[in-house]
């Protein structure tokens, strides 16, 4: 890291929120530093990193590091299962790391500068600036530090309380699961306030779990469950991801004077579904915006914007507090069939749009070319 400097803009955390907002800031002509402890923001990733169309729609992402999903099927205790989708809308898994580090490229490119493996440390604040030790100063200190924020830490803001805990095995590309699905398999037993998936995901499988905190997740379950539903024929593990998912709704205290929290850090992610990456995306660009008419027209505080824009996820945390009960899995297999049921899983998954009964069309699967790691991405 070089010496004290003064930034428009210190972010920390590469990461979705992170990468979108340095990039938008130093597209706009503000001085950013981004800092992450990781050494590649490719490594340690803690997501399926699944993107709803919404996300693919606010930003372009090279089509190699994506796989497109037409539909979801979800799977009954009972060995029931029900499709869904909708015409034109799809989700699509991607190549995570990939995508990462094409967004900390993007961000380098257009100004930020990059510090992996410089975790943030001690802060203060005074009127003028925000003073990051190691780093220099900001105008505006970002935390897009995740779940766990240590900026809310220091700065004394309101920290995620409760949580999903995800665990998720990458298998080899060949498991055989069917690729026009997301597999979703609702079950108390095996996931306890969540539900277990399945997908054919960018050269690679994913299959993984998501629990309530007091529960453990038994991934030997989950796998023989998976492979038993969808027939996988060649299980070799490759590699494992897990993390934490803030489901307690935006937390109230997220800013202080020029320091504000974004993404997981600030509780952007939905209650029900654990998903926070188009939020991360949409968020952290929108604060780039608004920190740059605060900063140079004198527009309002980006945090006002923030709160403003952010979802309330009322209807969704009432649904949480559902699934934290974890129904009994005879009530799963009695209510799978129904209408209601129906209604529900499609408003969930595809909101209101229309539905179609019956088999998605298979898009043709897209090979991934790993992209180029730029030399002198780390700084
Ligand atoms: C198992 C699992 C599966 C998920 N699947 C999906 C999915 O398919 N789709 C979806 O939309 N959402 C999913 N989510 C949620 C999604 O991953 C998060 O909402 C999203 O990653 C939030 O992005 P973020 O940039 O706010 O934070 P994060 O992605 O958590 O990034 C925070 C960054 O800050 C860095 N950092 C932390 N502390 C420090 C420090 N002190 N100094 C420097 N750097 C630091 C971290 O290394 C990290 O790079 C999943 C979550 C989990 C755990």
Not at 117 to 122: A, D, P, S, V
Not at 157 to 169: A, I, K, P, Q, S
């Given at each position: 890291m070089s010496g004290p400097r003064h930034y428009d803009l210190i972010i920390v955390g590469a990461s979705f929120a992170g990468l979108a907002c340095a990039r938008t800031a130093a597209l706009r002509g503000l001085k950013v530093a981004v800092v992450e402890r990781?050494?590649?923001?490719?490594?340690?990733?803690?997501?399926?990193g699944i993107l709803v169309k919404e996300a693919a729609e606010d930003t372009d992402i090279p089509s190699e590091l994506t796989r497109r999903i037409r539909g979801v099927r979800l799977h009954a205790p009972n060995g029931s299962h029900s499709d869904h989708w909708a015409p034109g809308y799809y989700f699509l898994a991607t190549d995570t790391p990939g995508l990462l580090r094409w967004m900390a490229q993007e961000a380098w490119r257009a100004g930020a500068k990059l510090h992996f493996g410089g975790r943030f440390g001690e802060a203060s604040q005074d009127a003028r600036a925000v003073h990051v030790a190691g780093l220099g100063s900001a105008s505006l200190l970002v935390g897009?530090?995740?779940?766990?924020?240590a900026v809310a830490r220091t700065f004394g803001l309101d920290r995620n309380t409760r949580f999903l805990g995800g665990v998720e095995l990458e298998l080899a590309?060949?498991?055989?699961?069917?690729?026009r699905f997301l597999h979703c398999f609702l079950d108390s037993k095996l996931a306890p306030g969540y539900l277990a998936w399945a997908l054919g995901g960018v050269n690679v499988t994913q299959v993984g779990v998501a629990v309530r905190q007091s529960s453990k997740p038994d991934m030997d379950a989950v796998l023989e469950r998976v492979r038993a539903r969808l027939g996988l024929k060649h299980i070799e593990i490759v590699g494992r991801r897990n993390g934490l998912i803030p489901?307690?709704?935006?937390?109230?205290?997220?800013?202080?004077g020029r320091v504000m929290l974004i993404g997981d850090a600030a509780?952007?992610?939905?209650?029900?579904?654990?998903?926070?990456i188009a939020l991360a995306l949409r968020l952290g660009r929108r604060t780039a915006q608004a920190a740059s008419d605060w900063l140079d027209a004198g527009g309002e505080h980006p945090a006002a914007v923030i709160a403003r824009e952010a979802p309330r996820f009322g209807t969704k945390l009432v649904m949480r507090r559902m699934l934290d009960l974890a129904p009994p899995n005879w009530v799963w297999n009695s209510i799978f069939g129904t209408t209601a049921f129906r209604h529900l899983a499609h408003a969930v998954y595809f909101h209101r749009r229309g539905s179609e009964s019956g088999l998605p069309p298979l898009d043709d699967p897209r090979q991934s070319a790993p992209i180029q790691r730029e030399k002198d991405l780390a700084i």
């Amino acid at each position: 890291m070089s010496g004290p400097r003064h930034y428009d803009l210190i972010i920390v955390g590469a990461s979705f929120a992170g990468l979108a907002c340095a990039r938008t800031a130093a597209l706009r002509g503000l001085k950013v530093a981004v800092v992450e402890r990781k050494s590649d923001p490719g490594e340690q990733v803690r997501t399926t990193g699944i993107l709803v169309k919404e996300a693919a729609e606010d930003t372009d992402i090279p089509s190699e590091l994506t796989r497109r999903i037409r539909g979801v099927r979800l799977h009954a205790p009972n060995g029931s299962h029900s499709d869904h989708w909708a015409p034109g809308y799809y989700f699509l898994a991607t190549d995570t790391p990939g995508l990462l580090r094409w967004m900390a490229q993007e961000a380098w490119r257009a100004g930020a500068k990059l510090h992996f493996g410089g975790r943030f440390g001690e802060a203060s604040q005074d009127a003028r600036a925000v003073h990051v030790a190691g780093l220099g100063s900001a105008s505006l200190l970002v935390g897009a530090d995740g779940a766990n924020s240590a900026v809310a830490r220091t700065f004394g803001l309101d920290r995620n309380t409760r949580f999903l805990g995800g665990v998720e095995l990458e298998l080899a590309p060949d498991a055989g699961a069917d690729p026009r699905f997301l597999h979703c398999f609702l079950d108390s037993k095996l996931a306890p306030g969540y539900l277990a998936w399945a997908l054919g995901g960018v050269n690679v499988t994913q299959v993984g779990v998501a629990v309530r905190q007091s529960s453990k997740p038994d991934m030997d379950a989950v796998l023989e469950r998976v492979r038993a539903r969808l027939g996988l024929k060649h299980i070799e593990i490759v590699g494992r991801r897990n993390g934490l998912i803030p489901v307690g709704g935006v937390l109230r205290r997220r800013s202080t004077g020029r320091v504000m929290l974004i993404g997981d850090a600030a509780g952007h992610c939905s209650p029900t579904t654990g998903g926070g990456i188009a939020l991360a995306l949409r968020l952290g660009r929108r604060t780039a915006q608004a920190a740059s008419d605060w900063l140079d027209a004198g527009g309002e505080h980006p945090a006002a914007v923030i709160a403003r824009e952010a979802p309330r996820f009322g209807t969704k945390l009432v649904m949480r507090r559902m699934l934290d009960l974890a129904p009994p899995n005879w009530v799963w297999n009695s209510i799978f069939g129904t209408t209601a049921f129906r209604h529900l899983a499609h408003a969930v998954y595809f909101h209101r749009r229309g539905s179609e009964s019956g088999l998605p069309p298979l898009d043709d699967p897209r090979q991934s070319a790993p992209i180029q790691r730029e030399k002198d991405l780390a700084i």
